[in-house]
């Protein structure tokens, strides 16, 4: 069974419908799980890149950096909240796993 609504006319799927049908497609979604701590995001890789939420500046980070001011048990909302951009002074950023290269390679090497 699908969660599509089925094929009908304009005149069958009325608002009343499409209300009850996208009331129902949400109610499936599971919740989040719990955040990262910044100790298990050393633990899957390295490095992250940091992209600042206003001007798309991305940067690359040492995830060992962040763990040495904070620890490793902090949680990974820490250094999203508290990354400040080097090109706007923006505070807060979006974290991104490096690009995966393949068995042979791993993910990206730091870039620099």
């Known amino acids: 069974m699908s969660s599509e609504p089925a094929k009908f006319s304009a005149k ?6 499409m209300e009850r ?5 949400h109610r499936y979604k599971s919740k989040p799980g719990p955040r ?12 992250l890149w ?15 950096v962040v763990v040495i001011r904070w620890g490793a048990t ?3 909302d820490v250094l999203r909240q508290r990354a400040r951009c080097t090109a706007c002074g923006n505070k807060g950023a979006a974290l991104q796993h490096p690009s995966w290269e393949g068995e042979h390679v791993g993910f990206q090497p730091f870039p620099g």
């Open 12 to 17: 069958e799927f009325s608002a009343k419908d």
């Open 21 to 25: 049908w996208l009331a129902l497609r």
């Open 36 to 47: 990262a701590t910044l100790g298990d995001l050393q633990r899957a890789t390295p490095w």
């Open 50 to 64: 940091l992209y600042c939420e206003r001007c798309q500046h991305h940067s690359p980070l040492a995830c060992a």
């Open 74 to 76: 902090a949680s990974s």
